[in-house]
C-alpha cells in the first residue's frame, strides 16, 4: 500500500423518486429530488466523508443538477478538478419508482447527457496519475472510454505500489460477450480487494457454490474479497480464512447506495490500519446507516457517526 488518493472514475447524476409505489412513469405523481448519485459518485463522498484523501474523474452538465453535485462532493473533501463541466449537456439523471412488488422501475438520462462525455482529459491524468488506490466499478467498464482509462491507469498505478478496488455491479448480460468478460477478467487478476454482492460471486467462475467461488478469486490472484450480504451483514475471505460480521438492525427506508457506502468504509478503515473485524463493523454501520434515509448520499458517514451508530445500535442475531 502506498499513500495518496483514493480515486474512481464513472457517472455523476442527480435521483429523482417517486413519493409512492406503483407501475413506473404512466401518470403525473408527486416526486422527490434531486438528490445527488451515481454508484462511483456514492462511493467517494463517502471516502471523503471519512476524512481521506478522495478523487473521481466524471462529467456533468453546466446545470443546477450538476452543481448540486459538485458542491456536495466539494463539501464533504472530494477532488473535484477532474470532473468536467460541458456546456450544453446536461447532467445525467435516474428516475425511480418502487411497484408493489418491491421491484423498481427506471427512467435513466445517461448515454445522451453530461456521463455519455467522459472522457481522458489532461486533469483526469494528474489525478490518475497520483493515485494511490483506484476503486473500479463495474457497471462503467462497458463505456470504451472508462476502460481505457482503467487500462492504461492500473500498470503504472500497480509497479508503484498502489492498490485497487473492485465493486462488479454487473448485470450477468454484460459478461455474456468475450471483450466484456475480459476486461473483467484482467481487471480481477489485479485486484486487492473484491467487492461482490449476492449473485455477483458466482458470475466470475463456474462456481455456483460459495466456498469454491471464493477459492477460484483466490487462486486468480484476488488478495481480499468482501461479500455484502443486505441485512445480514457480509464476510471477509483471504488466504487465511473467514471472518463473518451480522449486520445491524435498523428499518429500511431506501437500499440505494448502501454497497457503494459499505466498500469505501472498508477500504478506508484498512488504509488506516484497522483490523477486518473493525473495519468490517465499520462499513456494515455504514451501509446500514445509509439505507435508513432517503436519498442515497444523504446517508453518508463520518467516523464519529459511525462509533455513535455502533455504541446505540444492535446487531441481527
Ligand atoms: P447496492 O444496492 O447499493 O448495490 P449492494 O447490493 O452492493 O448494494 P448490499 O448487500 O445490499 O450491497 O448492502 C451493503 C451493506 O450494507 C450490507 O453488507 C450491510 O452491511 C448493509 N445493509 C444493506 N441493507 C441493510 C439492511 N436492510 N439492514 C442493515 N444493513 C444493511
Ligand atoms: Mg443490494
Given at each position: 500500500m502506498i499513500e495518496g488518493k483514493i480515486v474512481t472514475?464513472?457517472?455523476?447524476?442527480?435521483?429523482?423518486?417517486?413519493?409512492?409505489?406503483?407501475?413506473?412513469?404512466?401518470?403525473?405523481?408527486?416526486?422527490?429530488?434531486?438528490?445527488?448519485?451515481?454508484?462511483?459518485?456514492?462511493?467517494?463522498?463517502?471516502?471523503?466523508?471519512?476524512?481521506?484523501?478522495a478523487g473521481i474523474v466524471a462529467a456533468v452538465g453546466d446545470d443546477d443538477f450538476g452543481t448540486?453535485?459538485?458542491?456536495?462532493?466539494?463539501?464533504?473533501g472530494v477532488d473535484v478538478s477532474a470532473v468536467a463541466i460541458h456546456p450544453g449537456a446536461a447532467t445525467g439523471s435516474a428516475f425511480v419508482r418502487y411497484r408493489p412488488d418491491g421491484g423498481r422501475a427506471f427512467v435513466y438520462n445517461m448515454?445522451?447527457?453530461?456521463?455519455?462525455?467522459?472522457?481522458?482529459?489532461?486533469?483526469?491524468?494528474?489525478?490518475?496519475?497520483?493515485?494511490?488506490?483506484?476503486?473500479?466499478?463495474?457497471?462503467?467498464?462497458?463505456?470504451?472510454a472508462i476502460a481505457g482509462m482503467v487500462r492504461s491507469t492500473l500498470p503504472a498505478l500497480k509497479a508503484r505500489g498502489g492498490t485497487v478496488s473492485f465493486d462488479p455491479n454487473i448485470r450477468r448480460e454484460m459478461m455474456r460477450d468475450e471483450s466484456g468478460r475480459a476486461i473483467f477478467h484482467s481487471v480481477?487478476?489485479?485486484?486487492?480487494?473484491?467487492?461482490?454482492?449476492?449473485?455477483?460471486?458466482?458470475?466470475?467462475?463456474?462456481?455456483?457454490?460459495?466456498?469454491?467461488?471464493i477459492a477460484a478469486l483466490l487462486d486468480a490472484g484476488v488478495k481480499e474479497i468482501v461479500l455484502k450480504r443486505g441485512e445480514a451483514g457480509?464476510?471477509?475471505?483471504?488466504?487465511?480464512?473467514?471472518?463473518?460480521m451480522?449486520?445491524?438492525?435498523?428499518?429500511?427506508?431506501?437500499?440505494?447506495?448502501?454497497?457503494?457506502?459499505?466498500?469505501?468504509?472498508?477500504?478506508?478503515?484498512?488504509?488506516?490500519?484497522?483490523?477486518?473485524?473493525?473495519?468490517?463493523?465499520?462499513?456494515?454501520?455504514?451501509?446500514?446507516?445509509?439505507?435508513?434515509?432517503?436519498?442515497?448520499?444523504?446517508g453518508s458517514s463520518s467516523f464519529a457517526d459511525l462509533d455513535r451508530f455502533i455504541a446505540q445500535t444492535s446487531v441481527r442475531t
Open positions: 472514475i464513472g457517472e455523476i447524476l442527480v435521483e429523482i423518486m417517486a413519493t409512492t409505489a406503483g407501475n413506473g412513469f404512466l401518470e403525473p405523481q408527486p416526486l422527490i429530488g434531486p438528490f445527488p448519485s451515481g454508484a462511483p459518485a456514492i462511493f467517494i463522498d463517502q471516502v471523503g466523508k471519512l476524512g481521506h484523501p448540486l453535485n459538485l458542491e456536495r462532493l466539494k463539501q464533504d448515454r445522451d447527457s453530461a456521463v455519455g462525455r467522459i472522457a481522458a482529459t489532461p486533469e483526469a491524468g494528474t489525478l490518475l496519475a497520483a493515485a494511490g488506490h483506484l476503486h473500479v466499478m463495474g457497471s462503467g467498464l462497458p463505456v470504451p480481477l487478476s489485479v485486484t486487492d480487494l473484491f467487492l461482490p454482492s449476492g449473485e455477483e460471486l458466482s458470475l466470475f467462475s463456474d462456481e455456483i457454490d460459495e466456498a469454491k467461488a457480509a464476510s471477509h475471505f483471504d488466504r487465511n480464512g473467514r471472518t463473518d451480522p449486520g445491524f438492525v435498523v428499518a429500511e427506508v431506501d437500499p440505494t447506495g448502501a454497497g457503494d457506502c459499505f466498500g469505501a468504509t472498508f477500504l478506508v478503515a484498512r488504509r488506516l490500519g484497522k483490523s477486518v473485524l473493525e473495519a468490517l463493523r465499520y462499513a456494515n454501520a455504514a451501509g446500514a446507516r445509509t439505507v435508513t434515509v432517503q436519498g442515497p448520499m444523504e
